[in-house]
């Protein structure tokens, strides 16, 4: 059970765009469409954001976007805004009931 | 709405056991399916295993499998992880989070810091 590749960090100004890729295998990501984001502010629980690939929950943002293609998923946000700067996960099943969480990006907005 | 409650922050000595609780209200513990995950000081989430009720089968992560016990209450909704044989590694915060079925998390406790130390 390898955690899924995230980048360490990623950044944009207010208004633009940015994604965050999620990089598992033919075993988790690549095998079905359930990844799932999470966002979590310092010393607070993560809130869902996507899931499913590409579903959002009541309340979130549709500047909030995901999508996948073999075994990388990733999360867009559009018109950032200074409230997205946050920590970013990604899980995945991976298969016999099990999850496996990606290592996380901190999103910096300029 | 589901509102998981956690109990409260503790300090263990290496080699001892926590338990930590999360109750649930808004729903019966009987139609969630319970997950466990864990955030050591800046690092990232971890899965640490779930409960399931369809079946009452627990699943754990292979890193604290033989270390970790899940349990739940259903005349109390409130869901227990053990985990034994405490290390510094352990120092973490703890959260449940529930699962509607798709492999996603819901909802969140609040979390429950335990710390590990001699």
């Known amino acids: 059970q390898s955690a899924l590749t995230q980048p360490a960090s990623v950044s944009g100004s207010p208004g633009q765009s940015i994604t965050i890729s999620c990089t598992g295998t033919?075993?988790?990501?690549?095998?079905?469409?359930?990844v799932s984001w999470y966002q979590q502010h310092p010393g607070k629980a993560p809130k869902l954001m996507i899931y499913?690939?590409?579903k959002r929950p009541s309340g979130v943002s549709n500047r909030f976007s995901g999508s996948k293609s073999g075994n990388t998923a990733s999360l867009t946000i559009s018109g950032l805004q200074a409230e997205d700067e946050a920590d970013y996960y990604c899980c995945s099943y991976a298969g016999s009931r099990t999850l496996v969480f990606g290592g996380g990006t901190k999103l910096t907005v300029l | 709405q589901v509102q998981l409650v956690q109990s409260g922050a503790e300090v263990k000595k290496p080699g001892a056991s926590v338990k930590v609780s999360c109750k649930v209200s808004?729903?019966?513990?009987?139609?969630?399916?319970m997950h466990w995950v864990r955030q050591a000081p800046g690092k990232g989430l971890e899965w640490m295993g779930r409960?399931?009720?369809?079946?009452?089968?627990?699943i754990y992560a292979q890193k604290c499998q033989g270390r970790v016990t899940m349990t739940e209450d259903t005349s109390t909704d409130t869901a227990y992880m053990d985990l034994s044989s405490l290390r510094s590694e352990d120092t973490a915060v703890y959260y449940c989070?529930?699962?509607?079925?798709?492999?996603?998390?819901?909802?969140w406790g609040q979390g429950t810091l335990v710390t590990v130390s001699s």
């Open positions: 409960f399931d009720p369809e079946d009452g089968e627990t």
């Open positions: 499913e690939g590409s």
């Open positions: 808004g729903y019966t513990l009987t139609e969630l399916s």
């Open positions: 033919s075993s988790d990501v690549g095998s079905y469409n359930l």
């Open positions: 989070a529930t699962d509607p079925g798709s492999g996603y998390f819901d909802y």
